[in-house]
């Protein structure tokens, strides 16, 4: 099978405390925090959008793995805040980043999940033999409706994986992937809204934990593997809790799953969520370790991964400014900032 041979990651560094959103709408802040388990969430620039984002996390990738762009046979781009209708995002950080003109492409939604439907198809493409390697983006500036619950989460970053069959270039192997999908609709946007809608607690059962454990349990079942073989569990993120619970109804640890808890600091970065989450895990994974993986997109489904690092990884990271300093590298704005930034005033 194919496998991962760069991967990059963007985080922007203006920064919104919870606290602060709570406070313009009088709200309980240590009661809203507590139960989301995020205290901060990541903001665009005011000049940023998803594009640009996963223009950013594509250099990053083409950095590490130090390919000829052109070599690139596909590009999906995966996203819910495209910044056109019409006019693709694909197409766009293709050029920038030098790729083609002979590639496949496409704009891929699926809520949060996009991105991660992307990697494998590219997977399958390189499999097939009909491309060498393939890059599979996902950015977002999430929406939130202010005074709505995703006002506190909805956040903005990218990452971005290329990947190859070539075993000399490859820092972790996909071992696994499968999916399940069913039409639960419990967060949804018709054309022309500017905003999603929700759910509420439905997005809880039977969205996120129905498909994210059957997915998981799915995994565990094909590849015959138990959750104490793995060094690392990564969980599609909307809030602090649902990985954390999900994480253990699986039968993986606080240790296993911490690393990849980018969402306690950068909110939900909708489908760049999961997939930022592993690569602050590929940031500090050793050779030989197990990563299992399952995101989600409601709607509703989880695609699954299960990844083994190689050697070739550890002089990988060294190309790489890691997810954890771009999040220590931040600047915090007010909530009348925060509204300018992401154009809502």
Request: aromatic letters at 10%; charged letters at 20%.
């Amino acid at each position: 099978m194919a496998g991962i041979v760069g991967y990059g990651a963007y985080v922007p560094r203006y920064r919104v405390r919870l606290s602060d959103i709570a406070s313009v709408w009088q709200k309980d802040s240590a009661e809203i925090m507590g139960g989301l388990k995020v205290a901060e969430k990541s903001v665009p620039a005011i000049d940023e959008d998803a594009v640009t984002i996963g223009i950013e996390a594509g250099k990053k990738a083409l950095e590490m793995a130090k390919i000829t762009p052109s070599e690139i046979g596909c590009v999906y781009f995966g996203s819910e805040s495209h910044p056109y209708v019409v006019n693709p995002s694909s197409s766009i950080a293709a050029e920038y980043l030098q790729i083609g003109p002979n590639y496949f492409a496409a704009d891929l939604e699926f809520a949060c999940k996009a991105a991660t439907a992307g990697i494998q198809i590219a997977n399958s493409l390189i499999e097939s033999g009909q491309i060498k390697y393939g890059l599979s983006i996902g950015a977002d500036t999430a929406q939130g409706k202010p005074h709505d619950a995703l006002e506190y989460t909805a956040s903005s970053a990218g990452a971005a994986y290329i990947l190859g069959n070539k075993q000399s270039e490859i820092i972790a192997n996909i071992l696994v992937t499968s999916s399940f999908t069913s039409d639960t609709p419990d967060f949804w946007r018709r054309e022309g809204m500017r905003y999603p809608a929700h759910f509420g607690r439905f997005t809880g059962e039977p969205a996120y934990f129905m498909h994210v454990i059957s997915e998981g349990q799915k995994l565990l079942e094909k590849s015959k593997l138990k959750p104490s073989n793995f060094a690392y569990a990564v969980f599609h993120m909307p809030n602090g809790k649902f990985p954390r619970v999900a994480a253990k109804k699986l039968g993986f640890t606080p240790e296993q799953l911490g690393p990849s808890l980018i969402v306690d600091r950068i909110g939900n970065p909708y489908s760049a969520s999961s997939l930022t989450g592993l690569a602050a895990v590929l940031d500090i994974a050793r050779p030989g370790q197990k990563i299992f993986f399952v995101s989600y997109g409601s709607g509703a489904g989880s695609d699954g991964f299960i990844f083994e690092t190689t050697k070739k990884i550890v002089v990988k990271q060294r190309k790489v400014v890691s997810v954890e300093k771009q999040i220590e590298n931040k600047t915090y704005v007010s909530y009348s900032e925060y509204l300018k930034h992401t154009h809502t005033l």
